[in-house]
Nanobody, 119 residues
Framework: QVQLVESGGGLVQPGGSLRLSCAAS????????MGWYRQALGMRRELVAT???????NYADSVKDRLTISRDNNKNTVYLQMNSLKPEDTAVYYC?????????????WGQGTQVTVSP
């Protein structure tokens, strides 16, 4: 089993910055892709950014040039640096990890962390 623990959400003013972290723990697995999704109130969960095991990122158009995804493979941790935040970035942010266990892929979600962008 893989456990994910997220941290770093909170309240920030428009134009401000936050950094989210998501650490994976457990045993008997390796990690393939990692990513961040978000879900605003009354909306569907949507992709924010993903990053491959080799470090190649992919972003939703709405966050390009403002949000940066990175990972530390030694720590099994994925980060989301969020700059120039806008009110429309307000949502619960979930990390996602694709773990390989006994040569099979399994997806895991974090518990979610609230990000609120408001004056």
């Amino acid at each position: 089993q893989v456990q994910l623990v997220e941290s770093g959400g909170g309240l920030v003013q428009p134009g401000g910055s936050l950094r989210l972290s998501c650490a994976a723990s457990g045993s008997g697995f390796s990690i393939n892709a990692m990513g961040w999704y978000r879900q605003a109130l009354g909306m569907r969960r949507e992709l924010v950014a993903t990053i491959t095991s080799g470090g190649s990122p992919n972003y939703a158009d709405s966050v390009k040039d403002r949000l940066t995804i990175s990972r530390d493979n030694n720590k099994n941790t994925v980060y989301l640096q969020m700059n120039s935040l806008k009110p429309e970035d307000t949502a619960v942010y979930y990390c996602y990890v694709q773990a390989i266990i006994s040569l099979r892929p399994y997806g895991y979600w974090g518990q979610g962390t609230q990000v609120t962008v408001s004056p």
